[in-house]
Each structure stands twice: as structure tokens, then as C-alpha cells.
């Protein structure tokens, strides 16, 4: 069993930024990657950001990627969001995710997930 709380959503103005936490606990941190899905109302799920069991490798979708920031943190066992310039079309429920094993190659699909937070809602207004 894993466990994810999220933190750090909220509402902000177009251009802006927010940081985004989750912190882990139950397995070893090391042995599995994480990563960021967002659902928008009416959408369907969309992993935007993944990061590998010891941070070394990064992925992230078309949409975020040179304004979003994946990491982790092995000494916190949690993984964070860096996102910036951020867009109305960013407005969306933020879940953190846990995918076994830890050595992953591309995005976290979302029908691959094994554990999820609970989820923040993070508002972008223009």
C-alpha cells in the first residue's frame, strides 16, 4: 500500500504559478515512479508529468512541458509540481500517482496507475 496526500492548489490568475506537493508513505519511496494526471470537467484523464523512481528521468505531455516541473524528493518522500505561465485551459482536478516499478520510460498512463491522491483542485482564471 501506498499512501498520497496532496497539497498546494488553489485559484490563480492567468500567467501565474503554483506548486504543487504530495507526500508518500507505506512502501520503500524508491521502488516506484510518480507523476501528476489532471481532469478537467468533462475531459478524460491526461497524465501530464512523470518522474522515475530516483528523479533521474523526466516526461511530460505536449501541453505542459517548458512550464511544468516534476521532482522529487527522497529525503521528504514526496514529489512535487513546479508549474508556471499558467493557463485557463490548465483548470483541472491535479491527482498524484504511483506506478510500480520505479524504472518507467514515458509518461504514467492513467489506466496504469496503482495508487492515487486524492486529488487538488487547482483554478486558473483569465
Known amino acids: 500500500q501506498v499512501q498520497l496526500v496532496e497539497s498546494g492548489g488553489g485559484l490563480v490568475q492567468a500567467g501565474g504559478s503554483l506548486r504543487l506537493s504530495c507526500a508518500a508513505s507505506?512502501?520503500?519511496?524508491?521502488?516506484?515512479?510518480m507523476g501528476w494526471v489532471r481532469q478537467a470537467p468533462g475531459k478524460e484523464r491526461e497524465s501530464i508529468a512523470t518522474i522515475n523512481w530516483n528523479g533521474g528521468s523526466t516526461y511530460y505531455a505536449d501541453s505542459v512541458k517548458g512550464r511544468f516541473i516534476v521532482s522529487r524528493d527522497h529525503a521528504k518522500n514526496a514529489v512535487y509540481l513546479q508549474m508556471n505561465n499558467l493557463k485557463p485551459e490548465d483548470t483541472a482536478v491535479y491527482y498524484c500517482a504511483v506506478d510500480f516499478p520505479g524504472n518507467i520510460l514515458r509518461l504514467i498512463m492513467p489506466e496504469e496507475v496503482d495508487y492515487w491522491g486524492q486529488g487538488t483542485q487547482v483554478t486558473v482564471s483569465s
Open positions: 507505506g512502501r520503500p519511496f524508491h521502488s516506484y515512479a
